[in-house]
C-alpha cells in the first residue's frame, strides 16, 4: 500500500474542521470536538491491540485489512515478515549444509562458547571423545577431556602447534587436538585420529634403531679386518693399500652413520622433556671451545665466545653438549680458513639463547625450512667431501624439542649463517651467589 503522509494530515484537517462546523451547528463546540478526537482515539488504540494480537501470533498469518497509516504499518511489518522468514530459511538450508558436510568428515568438530561449554558437535567427535547427547550440551570440555595436558593446551591462547593424546575413551587411539577461535572468542576443536600415523611413525624409529643395531656387527668385523690389513700395508701393493685405505674410510663413515642414527632413533622415541639435572652453560661452552680447538685452529679459523649470563639450563649436559658441538663443527666446515665462528649465550625474561654464528658459504633461503631434515644437504656436491652423516641438525633440534627449545635459523647465500637455540625461562635457574669471604 502507498502511504502519503500529507493525505493522512489533510484528512484529520478535514474531521476537525467537519467537526468544528457540526458543534458551531449545534451550539456545542466543545462536546463535537472531543467526541470526534475520542473516537479518533478509540480508532487508532483499535488498530493498535489489532497489531498487538497479530504479531503475538507465532504462525505467519496475512496482515490484518486497514486503510491509511495503519494500513501501511501492517503492510511495510508484513514485508520485513516476509523477508525476515526468506532469510531464516535460507540460513537453515546453509546450516543443513554445513552439518550434512561436517557428518561426512572423519575428523570431529566441537564447537565452544566463550566459557568453553560445548554447544555442538559433529558424529565423528561423537565417536572419537565419547560425546552424549544432549547430556553433555553446555558442558565444560575440560570436564570431558580431564587429561591435565589439554587443559593447559586448552587455558593457553597460542594453538599454532597442535597436541597429541591418548583418547579419552579408548588408550590404544592416538588424537591430535587443533583449536582455533572464531566469532567472539568462541573455539572451534578439531579432533582427528592419528592412530594410524603413530603407527607408521614407530614402524619406521623401530626398523632404523633395528637397522643400525644389526649393522654394527658385520661394520665391525669389517673394520677389524681392514685394521689388520693397514698393519701389514707394507706388505700389498699401492693398488691395495689404496683401496684398503679407501674401504677404512668408508666403514668409519658407516660407523658414524649408525652412531648419529642410534642417537636420533633414541631421541625420537622419548617422551617425556629432559629433566636431568642443571647444565652449566658457560662451563659446556668453555668444553667445545676446548674439545673443537685442534679443529678450529687446522682451518686457521677463530672462536669467540660471548657470555652475558651466569644462568644454568634444566637439562642433560651430554645431549646439550652434542646439540652445540653440532652447530659449532657444521659452522667450521661451511666456513673458510681464516673465519671467525661466535658463540653467544644470553638470557632475558622470555627465556634464554645460546646462538652459533659463522660467516661462511651460507644457505639458501629456499632450503633453511628442510635443513633440520635427516638427510637433507644444501649443497649436494659436498655431500661426499664434507664427511658428516647429514643428521646433524636432526638430532639437534630433537634435542631442542626435548628440552621444550627450538632452533631458529638464520642465513645469505655468501654472508654466512646464525643458528639459534631457544630455551622456554621455566628451564633457567640462577645458581646462588657465594658469599665472599672476609
Request: glycine share 6%.
Amino acid at each position: 500500500m502507498n502511504f502519503n503522509p500529507t493525505t493522512e494530515l489533510r484528512h484529520l484537517a478535514i474531521l476537525l474542521l467537519g467537526s468544528l462546523f457540526l458543534g458551531w451547528l449545534l451550539n456545542a463546540v466543545s462536546l463535537v470536538v472531543a467526541i470526534t478526537l475520542g473516537g479518533y482515539i478509540f480508532w487508532n488504540l483499535r488498530q493498535l491491540f489489532r497489531l498487538y494480537d497479530w504479531l503475538k501470533n507465532t504462525s505467519p498469518t496475512d496482515p490484518p485489512n486497514s486503510h491509511g497509516l495503519w494500513g501501511a504499518v501492517f503492510d511495510e511489518i508484513y514485508k520485513l515478515q516476509q523477508h525476515q522468514l526468506k532469510y531464516r530459511a535460507r540460513l537453515k538450508r546453509v546450516i543443513k549444509r554445513f552439518r550434512d558436510s561436517t557428518y561426512a568428515l572423519k575428523d570431529g568438530f566441537v564447537m565452544l562458547d566463550r566459557e568453553g561449554n560445548i554447544e555442538w558437535w559433529n558424529p565423528a567427535a561423537e565417536k572419537l571423545l565419547g560425546l552424549v547427547s544432549p547430556a553433555d550440551v553446555n558442558q565444560l570440555i575440560t570436564n570431558l577431556i580431564r587429561d591435565p595436558s589439554f587443559k593447559d593446551y586448552f587455558e593457553q591462547d597460542n594453538y599454532e602447534k597442535a597436541l597429541e593424546l591418548p583418547a579419552p575413551i579408548n588408550e590404544k587411539m592416538t588424537l591430535q587436538y587443533q583449536i582455533a577461535f572464531f566469532g567472539k572468542q568462541e573455539r572451534l576443536i578439531i579432533v582427528r585420529d592419528i592412530t594410524d600415523l603413530k603407527k607408521l611413525e614407530q614402524v619406521r624409529t623401530d626398523f632404523v634403531a633395528n637397522m643400525s643395531h644389526e649393522l654394527r656387527t658385520p661394520l665391525t668385523v669389517l673394520n677389524g679386518y681392514l685394521e689388520t690389513l693397514s698393519d701389514n700395508s707394507d706388505q700389498m701393493e699401492p693398488m691395495w693399500q689404496r683401496a684398503v685405505a679407501s674401504m677404512r674410510q668408508q666403514t668409519e663413515r658407516m660407523k658414524l652413520l649408525v652412531k648419529d642414527l642410534l642417537i636420533l632413533s633414541k631421541l625420537e622415541t622419548r617422551t617425556t622433556a629432559v629433566n636431568s639435572g642443571l647444565v652449566n652453560v658457560n662451563a659446556l661452552i668453555s668444553r667445545i671451545h676446548k674439545d673443537l680447538k685442534p679443529m678450529i685452529d687446522e682451518k686457521n679459523q677463530s672462536l669467540l665466545i660471548h657470555s652475558e649470563s651466569d644462568d644454568q639450563l634444566l637439562g642433560n649436559n651430554e645431549e646439550l653438549y652434542s646439540l652445540l658441538s653440532n652447530l659449532v663443527v657444521n659452522a667450521s666446515k661451511y666456513s673458510p680458513p681464516n673465519s671467525r665462528i661466535e658463540i653467544k649465550w644470553g638470557t632475558n625474561t622470555t627465556g634464554g639463547t645460546l646462538s652459533v654464528k659463522d660467516n661462511g658459504i651460507g644457505i639458501d633461503r629456499k632450503d633453511i625450512p628442510r635443513l633440520t631434515e635427516r638427510f637433507y644437504r644444501a649443497d649436494k656436491g659436498r655431500s661426499g667431501d664434507s664427511g658428516g652423516t647429514g643428521l646433524g641438525l636432526a638430532i639437534a633440534k630433537h634435542i631442542l624439542i626435548n628440552h621444550d627449545g627450538r632452533l631458529e635459523i638464520e642465513s645469505t647465500l655468501g654472508s654466512g649463517s646464525l643458528f639459534t637455540c631457544k630455551f622456554p625461562f621455566h628451564r633457567l635457574q640462577t645458581p646462588p651467589q657465594t658469599a665472599a669471604i672476609s
